[in-house]
């Protein structure tokens, strides 16, 4: 079966442009998590969805992020403006509604601003 | 803010040596849950632990979570160049087993 599906892999983009990235989550999973890694604050959890509605999004860093989940699977994250301070790792997970969960990440988006 | 640290921040050692990380917090959580991230991936879970004073092992990996719910050790014994990676610890922030707060991890290095 096809784990969660991240794209792109790669992206570097200059400052101020828009960012867009996306997540395929593992068919039948209701919950969807977005996630930024960096070395200086590790992973923190940015916004997570439930049967497509956001639940969480006291992540969000400020509003040049926005994250919509149109249908059960597909999802976005969008960086306007970027800034090189947005330059880092960004990964989705999925998960089924079950007690103590598991997450299955992503491969991860690094994202470059420069 | 539930907020999770874990030590040694680093850690290199020889293969076959026995090793402990640990993860601690000043608060309680319902469940705690292990991860193990390789380089250019995302992170896999290895076990989650929910009753205090639990042990679970899982080959050569033994987790243990504090009896008050507030910590949690990870001991790897006879470490293999195959357990090399970042190990995070993740606590659950709301009780209903779906948000997690992560640590900031303990990079393992085994070298051969």
């Known amino acids: 079966d096809a784990g969660v599906i991240q794209s792109p892999r790669h992206e570097v983009t200059e400052m101020g442009q828009e960012v867009t990235l996306r997540c395929k989550p593992i068919?039948?999973?209701?919950?969807l998590f977005w996630y930024r890694q960096t070395m200086m604050r590790g992973l923190e959890l940015l916004i997570y969805f439930n049967n497509n509605v956001p639940i969480d999004d006291s992540g969000m860093p400020e509003d040049r992020f926005s994250a919509k989940m149109p249908n059960a699977s597909f999802s976005t994250l969008k960086i306007q403006p970027s800034e090189p301070r947005d330059s880092a790792v960004y990964f989705c997970?999925?998960?089924?509604?079950?007690?103590?969960?598991?997450?299955?990440f992503g491969p991860g988006t690094r994202l470059t601003v420069l | 803010t539930q907020l999770l640290e874990q030590s040694p921040q680093f850690l290199s050692i020889q293969e076959g040596e026995n090793l402990t990380v640990y993860c601690n917090s000043s608060?309680?959580?319902?469940?705690l849950q292990w991860y193990r991230q390789e380089p250019g991936e995302g992170p896999v879970l290895l076990v989650t632990v929910v009753t205090g004073g639990e042990v679970k092992k899982l080959k050569r990996l033994t987790f243990q979570f504090g009896d008050a719910r507030k910590d949690s050790s990870l001991h790897i014994t006879a470490a293999q160049p195959g357990d090399t990676g970042l190990y995070l610890c993740?606590?659950?922030?709301?009780?209903?087993?779906?948000?997690?707060?992560f640590g900031p991890g303990t990079r393992l290095s085994v070298l051969p």
């Open positions: 608060s309680v959580f319902s469940s």
């Open positions: 997970a999925s998960s089924l509604e079950e007690e103590y969960n598991e997450q299955f």
């Open positions: 068919s039948g999973h209701d919950y």
């Open positions: 993740a606590g659950d922030v709301d009780n209903y087993g779906q948000n997690f707060v």
